[in-house]
């Protein structure tokens, strides 16, 4: 499965823009990219995914560089519902089966 | 409905007990899939069953048997269970076709201990 990179943790500021970066560069050309957030004591959340072009829905918004190595996950406005592990995770979609599997993560911080 | 439904959401056995873990969604999803997730570490994926059949069994050790009876619904049934095996265990479905996946659904999973 192809693997992707996160930071560990990332810290915002409540209301301000958070840019959470993937790496990803062995991403092939039909692996969509997928995030997923787990908020403390829950199950993962699904946030957003995309295949090239820039995403946008009511969460988030995604950014896919251009030659798909890296991509960002934007929360426009974070508020302190957003503190979870944000998974950057590849979804192969080449092979029988297009499963979800976990990297480590960011953990995100949201200081009031 | 959107829900991925878990039951118990608690479940405290021996390791000399049999138990089984439940999870139903109705949102006609055929790819359904156990994770297993230890505390802060990531979820790991367990077993992926596709139109009621197991798919991929990621080596996992025969104390835990999945078994998909329809496209609704996933057990987990747990024999001789080790303490180790204590984690939180999370169910998901998501819609499949021609290689093509959409998101996933996840319940909110049961948290398991064994003593």
């Known amino acids: 499965d192809a693997k992707t990179t996160q930071p560990n943790s990332m810290e915002s500021n409540e209301e301000e823009p958070v840019h959470l970066p993937c790496n990803h560069s062995?991403?092939?050309?039909?692996?969509?990219i997928h995030w997923y957030r787990q908020l403390p004591s829950q199950g993962p959340e699904y946030v957003i995914h995309?295949?090239?072009s820039n995403v946008n829905n009511r969460m988030a918004s995604l950014a896919i560089a251009e030659d798909r190595k890296s991509s960002t996950l934007i929360l426009h406005r974070a508020t302190l519902r957003d503190a979870a592990v944000y998974y950057c995770i590849l979804r192969v979609t080449g092979g029988s089966q297009g499963n979800l599997i976990f990297g480590k993560g960011t953990k995100l911080s949201v200081k009031p | 409905d959107t829900e991925v439904t878990q039951t118990p959401k608690h479940l405290v056995m021996g390791m000399t007990n049999k138990k089984s873990l439940k999870c139903e969604q109705h949102m006609g999803h055929r790819a359904m899939y156990w994770y297993k997730q230890k505390a802060k570490k990531p979820p790991e994926l367990m077993f992926v069953y596709s139109y009621e059949k197991l798919s991929i069994n990621e080596s996992v050790p025969s104390r835990f048997s999945p078994e998909c009876p329809n496209s609704s619904l996933l057990n987990l049934h747990l024999h001789a269970l080790q303490p180790e095996d204590s984690a939180l265990y999370l169910c998901?479905?998501?819609?499949?076709?021609?290689?093509?996946?959409?998101?996933?659904?996840f319940g909110q999973g049961t948290r398991l201990t064994v003593v």
């Open positions: 062995t991403i092939s050309g039909t692996d969509y």
């Open positions: 995309g295949l090239t």
């Open positions: 998901a479905s998501s819609q499949e076709g021609r290689g093509m996946y959409t998101e996933a659904f």
